[in-house]
């Protein structure tokens, strides 16, 4: 039976079942088709990424686009974005806004965007009629801020909205301000929102006093970013009981220790808390460490980056993690303590209860590495760890590969490793490996020798050897080793390693990417991400 002798709403369901790029090749068959392929019903899903704004109106007049749902504005590929986004901003005026107002939204993303020009009643109009708004460091005039809070606080169908994040962006020079807007009204507009990023927002005193007290009266707020902000004068338990009642917080580089009775939050922690997802950065040291420990443990996924803690907390901490924790992902880097002090088996017993461990850059000594390993090549639950920048080289080459191979996702870049280590890591991958992504970058593989490489390299979907050494031979043998049957779908090495490569076996070769980096950059995963695009 033809396809085409189907009745259209037969058609459509079964062309509900296609991804995009399916459904772009289908409605180029005939004219029946494109006519049921191209209801913007099917399409309202697609996300537009990249869109300049000189190009919307063009975009969303197109028919089958007409119900999209999520756009990205952007000047990405444009030969501006070459030269500094700031250094020569991206500006979107009243036009744009008149079109994006016709549209049906439910998720824009202006982020980095410069918004002056736009008349403010228009620009709050529009932004508090989408449910989603990534705004991160957008540039808005204080009267565009002021206008839009006030919107938010009479009528919003926001849900989220995202000012500003805890990233670090060395380029720009923009700062998000929102000191001049009136207190109450601050906190009455936030607390009518579900996911809040207001991070290094120069907020004073009042306004985060109001904010907690709508907060502990009446809110929808479910996850907060407060990073960068001064919360030492806060009441300590108003401020605990509003917190505990989040299910994700981002308190980084707060000053939370500083607080006339910081034990507070972290004692509402131990009674009660909603919290799944906390970020820390600040001094801890004067806090209880069994209360800190108990409280922390209870937490699913925990992010201490730059955490001044005591080296008793920290003892305490490993050692609760060992007993009785709920953490499942942990992110532990450049915390100031001695981490000498902390009982290896402590340490091993409680990291391999872990699902996601990101320790780069950490003070691991080689009897906590080595127990780390030997207990991990026995049983682990991580799948994915990131121990980048340590020293693995007393770690026994039989036990650290038969570790390794038993976690999806390896982050190791720039770690010193033997010959011997990295060379077993492949012979073992290539018998049997559990490993989908592995990052070796910064670590010379040169001494592998080809076919081995090779062989345990398509057994892997994600393989990055950046700035690793590697021969030309050692790359072509991979690329000809590529076979439907292989797993390998992603090859990522240095440009001037690549440029060697045999033509025509690039072009013989079925890996689906062989991308190249001029040079290494640590990819610091963020993990205390508000919004998801």
């Keep these: 039976m033809s396809l085409q002798l189907l009745p259209p709403e037969i058609m459509f369901r079964i062309f509900d079942y296609l991804n995009f790029s399916d459904l772009k090749a289908v409605v180029q068959v005939c004219r029946m088709m494109r006519e049921i392929g191209e209801d913007p019903t099917l399409w309202k899903a697609l996300k537009l990424l990249e869109v300049h704004p000189d190009d919307l109106m063009t975009v969303l007049g197109l028919p089958r686009l007409s119900k999209i749902e999520h756009i990205k504005i952007s000047d990405r590929n444009s ?119 207001i991070s290094h927002a120069g907020l004073t005193s009042d306004q985060l006093e109001a904010l907690v007290k709508y907060m502990n009266k009446e809110s929808k707020i479910v996850e907060l970013g407060v990073a960068g902000n001064d919360v030492s004068e806060i009441d300590p338990e108003e401020f605990a009981k509003a917190m505990n009642k989040l299910e994700k917080l981002d308190l980084f580089e707060t000053n939370l220790g500083d607080q006339e009775r910081p034990n507070t939050f972290f004692e509402h922690m131990v009674d009660f808390t909603n919290l799944k997802d906390l970020a820390l950065g600040f001094n801890n040291r004067s806090l209880n460490p069994k209360v800190f420990a108990k409280a922390l443990n209870k937490i699913e996924h925990l992010r201490m980056v730059g955490v001044d803690i005591s080296d008793v907390q920290a003892q305490q901490f490993f050692k609760r993690m060992c007993v009785q924790t709920k953490i499942k992902e942990l992110h532990f880097e450049d915390c100031k303590y001695d981490m000498s002090l902390i009982n290896p088996n402590f340490l091993a017993s409680g990291l391999n209860k872990l699902t996601k461990l990101k320790m780069a850059n950490s003070s691991i000594n080689g009897p906590q590495c080595l127990e780390f390993f030997v207990r991990m090549a026995q049983f682990t639950k991580l799948q994915y760890l990131d121990f980048s920048f340590l020293d693995l080289c007393g770690v026994p080459t039989d036990i650290l590969a038969e570790a390794l191979n038993k976690v999806e996702k390896v982050i190791l870049a720039d770690c010193h490793m033997t010959e011997d280590q990295s060379t077993s890591l492949f012979k073992t991958v290539a018998i049997s490996t559990n490993i989908n992504y592995l990052e070796l970058s910064l670590i010379s593989v040169e001494h592998i020798p080809a076919e081995v490489l090779a062989q345990g390299a398509v057994k892997i979907e994600t393989l990055k050897l950046v700035d690793s050494d590697l021969l030309r031979e050692q790359i072509e043998e991979i690329l000809i080793q590529v076979s439907s049957t292989t797993k390998l779908k992603l090859l990522e090495v240095s440009f001037e390693d690549a440029f060697v490569i045999d033509d025509e076996i690039i072009e013989r070769s079925v890996l689906k990417e062989l991308r190249l980096s001029d040079d290494y950059e640590y990819d610091e995963e963020n993990w205390m991400q508000f919004y998801f695009p």
């Design 79 to 197: 030969p501006r974005a070459s030269r500094g986004w700031w250094t020569d901003p991206m500006s979107m005026v009243d036009e744009h806004v008149e079109t994006l107002k016709l549209a049906n939204l439910h998720i824009l993303d202006i982020s980095r965007c410069y918004l002056h020009d736009i008349d403010a009643k228009l620009l709050c109009e529009v932004l508090n009629n989408i449910e989603v708004v990534n705004a991160n460091r957008a540039n808005f005039s204080k009267g565009q801020l002021l206008e839009i809070f006030k919107g938010m606080s009479d009528s919003t169908r926001l849900k989220t909205l995202i000012l500003n994040t805890n990233e670090v962006l060395s380029d720009e020079n923009y700062t998000l301000d929102l000191s001049h807007i009136n207190p109450d009204l601050f906190a009455k507009a936030l607390t009518k929102l579900q996911t809040v990023q």
